[in-house]
């Protein structure tokens, strides 16, 4: 998904050589297009005349790494608390949500299928979208005992808390936060709004385990009880 | 025949919208709407939003088929799965073409939103994507 | 055999990170943790300057009859030093390990300071891990 990005935008590079090749001539009064097709470039290839559904090598998780410490620290600029601050990293994660929903639904499900129940997209969610970003599905999806309309999504090792130890200061922080936007993200494209937070909940064998609560919105309950 | 194509945002909104004719039998590819019908087009569309929504909780498909009808004219609809609508009105009965017509504009729209400039629901500027529309529709209606 | 301590110094010559792996052993003060860094930081550089052989390294290893000390230096001027017993092998590839986990769990850690001390939970655990496991 990254790569694809990278092609954009298509046009902003086409611009520059016809500014410079046209020096010796007039300087046009504007890029109309004809302009722009004068200039011996080869066309440059935009996003659109690529293949969706080839998929991207892995990347490197060293870069992802990296590009997310980044993000981390940008997101404790000019904030006030950790809640702040969870509440930042979740946007970002909402951003890519909404990209990586359609993405995966026009990869992985051929049948040109809308989830129309809350389980079934759970386990979209779960397995679907979990194995696209991260190539493993979550390791458990439950239903809260106490809360009807309350889900939880288990992933014993969140890729992207791989490298980061919270200091104790911040022992409240999870920056799975990101994670947790991503599906909510989802949720919301889907007709489910729902409010997705990410707890840490350690254990000896997995020290980053993280539970990421979905609570689904009173609408949503609604129309369940309504479809049952 | 004419064609008229709406791209529908989550919260209803307009995202993109084209009008045209078609190739087929020595079409030039313009509309051939009336001046009155020029007019109405976005609101039929926009009108038959509530049929759509009526129906998404029933299928669990994408493609809705023919939802509505306005005099001679059919309305067909394609959901996406962050439930962006499609709309196409037409005047012929032609499912299989329109389906596959819908899927590469599906294609064409994850691309779009592909772009780090754009998110969803913005209004879709792009002169490729415009150019790429036309070419589908040119290819299958 | 038996891996002892490890060292990490910053290019400035601040101890950044002391571990020791083995019970039993003596405590020094944390200004002499400091002193002795500053001093070997201090010789190795000595070292390097004095060496009849042109752009050679400072010291790599210092071979005593208890202990046998590693020093291996990064690109950017970190040194990384392991105290073993003098019989341990292979120490200098125990410290490219303990360097590759120094990039994972330090330098990829978004609250981690460059230069500053290294206080990392998964980094700690990591090297214990791995400690535990060397032959």
Redesign the interface.
């Known amino acids: 998904?990254l790569q694809?990005?990278s092609s954009?935008?298509?046009q902003q590079s086409a611009v520059a050589p016809s500014l410079a090749s046209s020096s010796e001539k007039s300087i046009p009064t504007s890029l109309t297009?004809s302009t722009l097709r004068t200039v011996a470039t080869p066309r440059k290839v935009?996003?659109?005349d690529?293949n969706?559904n080839r998929r991207a090598p892995e990347l490197s998780l060293?870069a992802f790494?990296?590009l997310?410490?980044?993000i981390?620290?940008y997101s404790?600029k000019n904030v006030k608390g950790i809640q702040e601050m969870e509440t930042k990293l979740s946007e970002y994660g909402y951003?890519v949500g909404?990209?990586v929903?359609?993405?995966t639904?026009?990869r992985e499900?051929k049948s040109?299928?809308?989830?129309?129940r809350v389980l079934g997209l759970l386990q979209f969610i779960n397995t679907g979208i979990w194995k696209s970003i991260f190539g493993k599905p979550a390791d458990a999806l439950e239903k809260s005992k106490d809360q009807e309309d309350e889900y939880m999504i288990i992933d014993n090792d969140p890729i992207v808390n791989k490298?980061?130890?919270?200091?104790r200061e911040?022992s409240q922080l999870n920056?799975a936060a990101f994670q947790a936007g991503i599906v909510e993200a989802v949720m919301d494209?889907?007709?489910f709004p729902a409010r997705v937070t990410a707890h840490s909940v350690p254990t000896d064998l997995f020290?980053l385990k993280t539970v990421f609560l979905v609570k689904l919105d009173p609408v949503v309950v609604e129309?369940e009880r309504y479809?049952r | 025949m004419s064609f008229y194509l709406a791209i529908i945002g989550t919260k209803d909104n307009a995202v993109y919208d084209l009008e045209f004719g078609t190739y087929r039998q020595g079409g030039d590819g313009r509309p051939k709407f009336s001046a009155d019908m020029k007019q109405l087009c976005p609101f039929i569309v926009h009108s038959s939003l509530d049929i759509v929504e009526e129906m998404q909780w029933n299928t669990n498909v994408m493609h809705l088929k023919v939802i509505d009808k306005f005099y001679n004219y059919l309305i067909s609809s394609y959901m996406t799965a962050g439930n962006i609508k499609f709309l196409l009105l037409h005047e012929t009965r032609a499912d299989d073409v329109i389906r596959q017509f819908f899927v590469d504009l599906y294609d064409l729209y994850v691309k779009a939103l592909m772009s780090p400039f754009y998110s969803v629901d913005q209004p879709i500027t792009s002169a490729v994507f415009d150019q790429r529309v036309k070419m589908l529709a040119k290819k299958y209606l | 055999m038996v891996v002892y301590s490890l060292y990490i110094l910053n290019k400035a010559a601040g101890l950044i990170y002391q571990r020791d792996f083995n019970e039993g052993l003596k405590r020094l003060s944390s200004n002499d943790y400091l002193v002795l860094s500053g001093t070997f930081h201090a010789v190795y550089a000595i070292a390097s300057q004095i060496s009849p052989v042109p752009s050679s390294s400072g010291i790599e290893v210092l071979e005593t009859e208890t202990f046998r000390l590693q020093c291996f230096q990064t690109l950017t001027g970190t040194k990384f030093l392991l105290i073993s017993e003098p019989r341990q092998q292979n120490t200098d590839a125990i410290l490219r390990r303990i360097y590759e986990l120094y990039a994972d769990y330090v330098i990829k850690n978004p609250f981690y300071q460059i230069e500053m001390p290294v206080r990392c939970e998964l980094f700690d655990r990591h090297l214990a891990t791995y400690i535990r496991g060397i032959p």
């Open positions: 998904m694809n990005r954009y935008p298509p297009p935009t996003i659109y690529r969706l060293a790494a990296f997310f410490n980044e981390v620290q404790q951003h909404q990209r929903l359609e993405l639904v026009i499900i040109a299928k809308r989830e129309t490298y980061i130890s919270v200091p911040m920056c494209g889907c007709q020290p129309r479809m």
